[in-house]
């Protein structure tokens, strides 16, 4: 046997847990090891993350992104509504003198 030291709150989140389903600590920890260590079962990375957040701050009327940080917010407008389109032509422009 080995001792492991966790914080409080996992311990009892885990102890509440080997409660509720009426089992040991080990045998809910064991369970936990085997689910996590299957390949198939591991999260796989979200590489477009930048597009789900500007995605979800679009998409968000609750005004909950002002809040955390509003100058972002008002900055991210600022540049939207003025370089946007500006930046997009430049774009477009440069792609089409490389073609």
């Given at each position: 046997?080995t001792e ?16 509720q389903e ?29 597009q789900?957040?500007a ?12 809040n955390?940080?509003?100058?972002l ?12 389109a ?14």
């Amino acid at each position: 046997m080995t001792e492991l030291r966790i914080d409080d709150d996992i311990a009892e989140r885990v102890q509440a847990l080997a409660e509720q389903e009426q089992r040991s600590i080990n045998a809910v920890l064991r369970e936990m090891l085997t689910l996590y260590t299957r390949p198939e079962s591991r999260p796989t990375p979200n590489h477009n993350w930048l597009q789900v957040m500007a995605r979800m701050a679009a998409e968000d009327e609750s005004g909950v992104w002002d809040n955390f940080s509003p100058d972002l917010a008002a900055n991210s407008r600022d540049i939207l509504r003025e370089n946007f389109a500006a930046d997009l032509r430049k774009r477009m422009t440069d792609d089409a003198d490389t073609r």
